[in-house]
């Protein structure tokens, strides 16, 4: 006996145009997300769709890094900004202040001299991290901002992958380490 596949509208309250107000709270990972100065708002938006997916705490959108309302990101996230917690600052600096000034350890990904190899990381339970521009990184100031700085090994001749791609990497390993959300955002 066949099961008819489920159609998108019963995957996603997204499409079967749910009220994110209705929907139960769900358990969050300790982890947030910095995006600073990302200037494709397709990446954004991939950003938002796999915070999601990993039920991320909250996204940082910083600078130039567009934000809700926005068309093109609004493309790539299929209601993703909805789910997830988010705020915008004009200065990254302020989105780094604020966090630790909260106590949560940040962490840059960037290619450094000094960056150690994200494999070997033993990541925080709760953490900052802060992904950069396509083309330009995360700016100087902003690195020496950051606790730790890790880097995603690379086995051929580039040194670095798509930003969005990038943090599904990083967010996979985070929680490969702490595993499945277990409390809910409420407790």
Request: net charge negative; hydrophobic share 40%.
């Amino acid at each position: 006996m066949s099961k008819e596949p489920l159609s998108m509208p019963e995957l996603e309250p997204h499409y079967a145009a749910v009220d994110v107000e209705s929907l139960e709270p769900i358990p969050r990972s300790r982890i947030h997300i910095v995006v600073d100065n990302v200037r494709s708002a397709f990446n954004v938006g991939s950003i938002f769709r796999t915070s999601d997916a990993g039920a991320v705490a909250h996204i940082h959108l910083c600078g130039m890094t567009a934000h809700p309302p926005h068309k093109k990101l609004e493309k790539t996230a299929l209601g993703a900004f909805a789910y997830v917690p988010w705020t915008y600052y004009e200065r990254t600096k302020d989105a780094l202040k604020g966090l630790q000034a909260e106590g949560i350890p940040i962490v840059g990904i960037e290619v450094t001299d000094d960056a150690k190899t994200m494999g070997d990381f033993d990541w925080p339970e709760e953490v900052a991290i802060v992904m950069g521009n396509e083309v330009t990184g995360i700016h100087a100031r902003n690195i020496k901002r950051c606790d730790h700085v890790l880097k995603i090994p690379m086995f051929g001749y580039k040194n670095s992958i798509n930003v969005a791609t990038a943090y599904g990497i990083v967010l996979y390993d985070y929680l490969a380490q702490h595993g499945v959300p277990r409390e809910s955002a409420g407790d």
